[in-house]
């Protein structure tokens, strides 16, 4: 999808173009979008909200890390697991946040979240959007796809999709 400034935010920049809400201004500006707004790093501004001892270069990595499966529908427990492994690969015993087990992890990775549900609103009827828009497709039964097209005329298809439940493994 065709989005405004690469890798700013793209994730809610779809929402609004998905939604036909690109001409939202309180969001627009929240977001450092478009000519007259200035530029703002929603990431930044979000991170110096947690009490965290760490700075805010490294705030900043801990909410795009969360935001990023987040905007696209994510639950806080796929949020909170991507936040531990991101942990576990980035950050050393000697850092603060390397240190932390996966409860305090976690609780970071919840706190996250709720600020992004308080900050970008959008999200809730963005799913609502895509979750009708699979149902109608699934109860109509004449597709197993969906499809749009962007406002350049690029159209795209999505396959419809089950989740799936982790089976119970055996106990030997």
Not at 67 to 76: D, F, I, K, L, Q
Not at 91 to 104: A, H, L, M, N, T
Not at 132 to 139: H, K, P, T
Request: aromatic share 8%; charged share 30%; hydrophobic share 35%.
């Amino acid at each position: 999808l065709p989005i405004e400034i690469d890798q700013s935010s793209s994730w809610a920049q779809h929402m609004l173009f998905m939604l036909k809400r690109q001409g939202d201004v309180e969001l627009r500006a929240k977001l450092g979008l478009g000519k007259k707004n200035k530029h703002r790093d929603i990431y930044l501004e979000i991170g110096q909200q947690l009490d965290i001892p760490v700075n805010d270069s490294i705030k900043r990595k801990l909410v795009k890390t969360v935001a990023m499966p987040w905007g696209y529908g994510a639950v806080t427990q796929t949020c909170q697991d991507d936040l531990i492994k991101y942990r576990d690969e980035k950050f050393s015993k000697k850092d603060w946040f390397g240190k932390q087990d996966d409860i305090v992890v976690k609780n970071v990775a919840k706190q996250i979240c709720e600020l992004l549900r308080k900050e970008i609103p959008v999200r809730q009827p963005f799913n609502k959007t895509v979750k009708d828009a699979c149902n109608a497709v699934r109860d109509a039964g004449t597709k197993d796809y969906l499809q749009w097209t962007t406002p350049f005329g690029f159209v795209v298809h999505q396959r419809m999709h089950e989740r799936h439940t982790k089976q119970p493994q055996a106990q030997l």
